[in-house]
């Protein structure tokens, strides 16, 4: 008989693996975090070289760097599972999609707080109309349009239905958008803003980098889980599953 | 096919029609934001020519969302709506045919009326021409990706702020190159070229997939 | 020590943007948390409800 | 032929029904029944597609309604709690739009001869909007009479009509029935049937 996945995706069966999983991704977390952060402020040169030196405010990148590209994939991720639910009609999916957008939001505000809290020293401004900045605050609004509309519908399933179409629109209007903004002006699109280049980074600073954003990715997974058991919990609440739940933590 | 087009165009029509203030309201929106900003700016004529495409991108774009919210919602609220999913015709059709008749009543007109427009902003004959253009253009695009918001959002509270957060990040693209075409035609008029080229792409694609999308939003919203 | 807090002048900057992220990450969780309570304590409820319901 | 098949639907996070079965051949006539709640609206609005089920399936003459899309609609004519009439529009206009929107071509003549029998001559050209509740509903029930679906789907038909509108509603219906007609409603109002033959469904407990 062939593996079932529609009972393994049901919300009955997710609950208690998310459960045990939730502590291990807490333990990662922490212990990536600490090699991170122990590498990023004391294996690290305190200055950077080249024509435009950069002082020890470039240890921001340790959390710029990493939150910039949680958002991104968060926004992937929650798109992934929008699509899924839709088309296999899974509640479990939208679910899912609903517990990492608002980890994507603060992991899209991070980015750009850190951004401006970077710009400051190195460009003499906080804000500046950059493609990248202006581009993530366009995701941001993303993840904002996507909460917003979910909460504004009583009917889950409509709203879920409803914003994981909206978040599958903007993920098909995102790189237009982008590009866009990365390029005003068609007549002289070669001239692309800076690229960075990872193999150019040095070594230390690489690899407190990863190890971040390691740990960005199992602090995502350990909040997702967690806000996703409490979503399934509320929508769950008449199955006898809970209920069962229920009496047992109540006679403990 | 054609018969069932024109059947929606012409009922949309003859309602805005019956019901005339619903298409001027956005019109004399339209007029009244573009004549506030010199009063705020200041009317430097210099000034006015800088700012003038913009203003009036940023108009046109507000008062398209403005219009946006009636797209589905009366039809909503009585029920043709309903009817209309229920119908032995694709969906996407019936919403093409919606959105165009909402262009014709609230886009056109701001096309119309953009040369009286450019003259408060001191704008060349050639930019004002280039313009119109780009407005005619882009206008469409705004009411096919408005279309699939106002679709998502329908029949729900404080549905007219929710929409403009949805959709206004969306019409960023239009904004850009809309603008965009209108300040480099006071540079070199030939430069204007790759803009439209952009503009009429975006129009196909959203010709090809807002229909869809609206339409599958307004099954998720019905039912 | 003070060499360390101070990161080259660049201190405001450097811990603005670390203290931000402390921050929004420490809030998530407690707001998690809190959300957690809350669920559990109205389930809770709901049971209680049905089960003085029932025994009526 | 109407076949469900262990369907499931769920509104938020109530489960309204489960398991439900039934079929309905030519010449059926369905009594929708239940309390406030018990999902008898849910249930006629799930056989039309509007309402995706969560479970189960629903076959039009062997064939999934999902598949069929609009090939089932333009069998189907569904009457739900809105009239689905435009009140800045005439009955005539109304209904040559309903009509064109249905894949027919109905003749002026016939759609005059509608709002005669449904009772209201004189009231042709009137946009809907000046006439009163149960006349606006009259316009909505002309439909019936234009129509050539097979499966009618009515929800409350009956509610804010006169008594000569029940009698004329309920020939209506025993006359769709009697040639071969499906018809599945909410109701409760009798319907005496001329031929054919009476379903009951209860939904809930």
Redo the contacts between chains.
């Keep these: 008989m062939a593996l079932n996945w529609f009972k393994f995706a049901s919300p009955a069966t997710f609950y208690p693996i998310a459960g045990r999983l939730i502590p291990v991704f807490w333990i990662l977390t922490l212990l990536l975090l600490a090699i991170g952060l122990y590498w990023g402020f004391f294996e690290t040169a305190s200055q950077l070289g080249g024509s435009n030196p950069q002082k020890e405010y470039y240890r921001i990148i340790f959390i710029h760097v990493p939150s910039a590209w949680m958002s991104m994939w968060l926004y992937i991720v929650m798109v992934a599972w929008a699509a899924i639910g839709l088309i296999f009609n899974t509640r479990l999916s939208f679910m899912m999609a609903n517990a990492v957008a608002p980890t994507g939001a603060i992991f899209t505000f991070l980015a750009l707080w850190t951004g401006a809290f970077w710009g400051r020293p190195s460009w003499g401004t906080y804000w500046d109309w950059d493609p990248r900045l202006t581009s993530e605050l366009v995701l941001f609004f993303m993840y904002i349009g996507y909460m917003a509309l979910h909460s504004a519908i009583d009917d889950t399933r409509r709203a879920d239905r409803a914003s994981a179409l909206l978040a599958i629109v903007g993920l098909i209007m995102v790189p237009v958008i982008f590009w866009s903004i990365n390029c005003p002006d068609p007549n002289q699109c070669a001239a692309l803003h800076q690229r960075s280049n990872l193999t150019r980074i040095d070594g230390n600073i690489l690899f407190s980098m990863l190890t971040m954003t390691l740990a960005f990715w199992m602090y995502s997974f350990a909040t997702t889980f967690m806000r996703l058991r409490g979503i399934i919990l509320t929508r769950e609440a008449e199955n006898t599953w809970v209920q069962d739940l229920l009496n047992a933590r109540g006679r403990t | 096919m054609l018969r069932v087009f024109w059947c929606i165009l012409s009922r949309d029509l003859t309602l805005a029609m019956r019901r005339r203030t619903d298409v001027l309201t956005t019109l004399f929106f339209f007029v009244i934001v573009v004549s506030l900003f010199p009063l705020g700016v200041g009317t430097e004529s210099k000034a006015l020519q800088i700012i003038g495409p913009g203003v009036v991108w940023v108009a046109a774009l507000l008062a398209s969302m403005l219009a946006l919210e009636r797209l589905y919602a009366a039809d909503y609220e009585d029920g043709t709506l309903e009817q209309m999913l229920l119908t032995a015709q694709p969906l996407s059709l019936l919403v093409l045919a919606k959105i165009a008749a909402h262009w014709l009543l609230t886009g056109l007109p701001l096309v119309l009326i953009a040369p009286l427009v450019g003259m408060q902003y001191q704008l060349a004959d050639s930019a004002i021409g280039i313009m119109m253009l780009a407005l005619l253009v882009g206008t469409p695009i705004l009411s096919l990706i408005g279309s699939i918001g106002a679709a998502l959002t329908l029949g729900l509270r404080g549905g007219g702020i929710l929409l403009s957060l949805l959709i206004l990040p969306l019409y960023i693209p239009v904004l850009v190159y809309g603008a965009g075409a209108v300040e480099v035609s006071q540079i070199d008029l030939a430069d204007t070229q790759p803009y439209f080229a952009l503009l009429g792409a975006f129009l196909l694609i959203a010709l090809v997939f807002a229909p869809v999308a609206s339409s599958a939003a307004l099954r998720i919203s019905l039912e | 020590m003070s060499e360390f807090f101070s990161q080259g002048g660049f201190a405001f900057f450097v811990w603005g943007a670390y203290g931000m992220v402390a921050l929004l990450l420490v809030a998530e969780i407690l707001q998690l948390r809190a959300e957690w309570r809350t669920i559990w304590s109205r389930l809770g409820r709901l049971t209680r409800m049905r089960d003085s319901g029932g025994t009526e | 032929m109407l076949e469900v098949n262990q369907l499931e639907c ?6 309204l029904f489960t398991e439900l079965d039934f079929s309905l051949s030519s010449g059926t006539l369905m009594h929708v029944r239940g309390r406030n709640g018990s999902g008898k609206t849910t249930l006629l ?1 799930t056989l ?5 089920p969560e479970r189960g399936e629903i076959r039009w003459n062997g064939e999934s309604i999902r598949e069929l899309g ?2 089932y ?2 069998d ?1 004519l ?1 009457f ?10 005439t009955g005539l ?1 109304n209904l040559s ?2 009509a ?4 027919d071509r109905v003749e002026e003549t016939a759609i005059w001869d509608a709002l005669k029998r449904i009772g209201l001559a004189g009231f042709e050209d009137l ?1 809907t909007r000046m006439l009163s509740q149960g006349q606006k509903k009259r316009v909505a029930l002309a439909r019936l009479i234009l129509t050539r679906a097979r499966l009618w789907i009515l929800d409350e038909p009956f509610t804010a009509l006169d008594v000569d509108a029940v009698a004329l509603l309920q020939t209506l219906i025993a006359d769709h029935v009697a040639t071969g007609g499906i018809a599945a409603l909410t109701t409760h109002q009798e319907v005496p049937l001329t031929s054919g033959q009476i379903e009951q469904l209860n939904l809930g407990n």
Aim: proline fraction near 3%; include cysteine.
């Design positions: 769920r509104r938020g996070d109530r489960r609005r039309c597609g509007l309402f995706t609009e090939e609609r333009r189907l569904y739900g709690h809105t009239n689905g009439i435009k009140g800045e529009l206009e739009i309903a064109t929107l249905d894949g946009p």
